[in-house]
């Protein structure tokens, strides 16, 4: 049957090559793909596949997201992803464009040091 709603939901979203990344570079994008979702009270997860695009380019992605709730499913789905700005200001602690980011032009914020860490472990 025919769903409608919204979510608030953090993403994992794997750019494995410079496509990825260009298309990552607008201020947003569009997405289409498929994926399988599971949600059971405080633990739900997603893992999807999906082709992104955006005015600087398209590319294949893979994403993994985290979401609360009670669902379960496989389905086709498209999404708008947006640049948000003042997050990535607060965080980073001054204006920084997607590009610096993405390309590795700034040193990584300090509030980023456990998720370097634990990947640092896990990759050993």
């Not at 569009?30 to 992104?52: H, M």
């Not at 955006?54 to 985290?66: E, T």
């Not at 200001?89 to 997607?98: C, E, Q």
Request: with cysteine; glycine share 14%.
């Amino acid at each position: 049957g025919a769903q409608i709603g919204g979510s608030l939901t953090d993403f994992i979203i794997v750019l494995r090559n410079q496509a990825a990344v260009n298309a990552f570079c607008g201020r947003g994008q569009v997405s289409f793909g498929g994926g399988l979702s599971i949600a059971a009270g405080p633990v739900g997860r997603t893992a999807e596949a999906d082709l992104r695009a955006s005015k600087s380019g398209v590319a294949a992605c893979l994403s993994y997201s985290m979401s609360k709730g009670i669902f379960a499913g496989i389905g086709l789905e498209g999404n708008v992803v947006v640049t948000r700005k003042d997050a990535n200001s607060r965080f980073y602690g001054r204006d920084i464009s997607v590009e610096e980011i993405l390309h590795g032009s700034i040193s990584s914020p300090p509030a980023a040091k456990p998720l370097y860490d634990t990947l640092d472990r896990l990759l050993k």
